[in-house]
């Protein structure tokens, strides 16, 4: 019986795309072997910055419907939204009056994000890392799978479960292990190989949905920007060819091999002929899972009863957690 526990998150602020599917969803899936796992929507993470709340409600949904698609056992595991769970909210605030300003000023994606603009942003969106590391640590979570960028949120995380216990004394939060894919597919905008592909991004042509139907993937990477050279024999002569570099490790992630041994079947050929394949491959791996998500999805009572089931059991296990820590700061219970 597998008893290390993971726990991991997902906003649901837009449809999944591929890169979710390659960068987190598909390695969710692995972990359910070895762990008992939790997978979280992170409702309360998305509102940190403006969600139209009719599209929240649906992007809950799908994202929901797309890991149930892609083979997230909700019956073994636990899949639930945030908000459902009010342990998050009680630890997050606690974790708001442990973490110090300083922390916070150090993180780097609030700075990306933010930019010139910061005082524009929501307070939320600047402690949001503290919310993290209440959803991990109100299940004391062992292990949590996260893509690169969101290590340093792991490493706050760490530092606010020690410095809680060492102010109160108490040997109370585990330190947890952040589990990054060693073969971390950082899959790239379809129009911009520099730039991350997101859900968030304006522009559909960027991306490829998991709920995109095959003519829809054709087009999108019949148009995906590319440059006149043909594929190279090394990876190395990528380098300087984002967009070409970026087909090549859709490719490869998705047949679970290499870039080089992509490229010893490529070497040579124009993307006429690579794209063809790459559409084929792309095809084969997103379409089964977007239609069976948009199955799902027109049973809307059903996801809601896995949604609550997976709420009322992630209750189950931080309440008491939560409950301890109120008693330890000195709340009366
Ligand atoms: P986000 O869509 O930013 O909420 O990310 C959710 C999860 O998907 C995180 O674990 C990310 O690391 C992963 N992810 C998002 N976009 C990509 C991408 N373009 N390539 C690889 N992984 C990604
Ligand atoms: N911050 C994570 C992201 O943007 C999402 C997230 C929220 C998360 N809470 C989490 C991930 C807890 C892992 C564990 O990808």
Known sequence: MPTQRVFSGIQPSGIPQLGNYLGAIRHWVRLQSDYSCLFCLVDMHAITVWQN???????TLTQAAVLLASGIDAQKHILFNQSAVFAHARLGWIFNCITRLGWLNRMTQFKDKTGKDREN???????YPNLMAADILAYKATHVPVGEDQKQHLELTNDIAQKFNHDYSVAFFPQVKPLIPPTAARIMSLRDGTKKMSKSDPSSQSRIDLTDDADTIRLKIRRAK???APLPDHSNDL???PEAKNLVSIYA???????DHVLETYQGKGFSVFKEDLTEVVINAIVPI??????LLKNETYLLEILRNGADRAST???PVVSEVEKIVGFLS
Do not use: C, F, M
Request: proline share 3%; charged share 20%; glycine share 6%.
């Open 53 to 59: 709340p009719e599209e929240l409600r649906h992007h």
């Open 121 to 127: 942003y929501s307070s939320g969106l600047y402690v």
């Open 226 to 228: 590319t440059d006149t």
């Open 239 to 241: 380098t300087e060819r």
């Open 253 to 259: 992630a998705l047949t679970n091999t290499t870039i």
């Open 290 to 295: 977007g239609q069976e998500a948009i199955r």
């Open 317 to 319: 296990l931080a309440n």
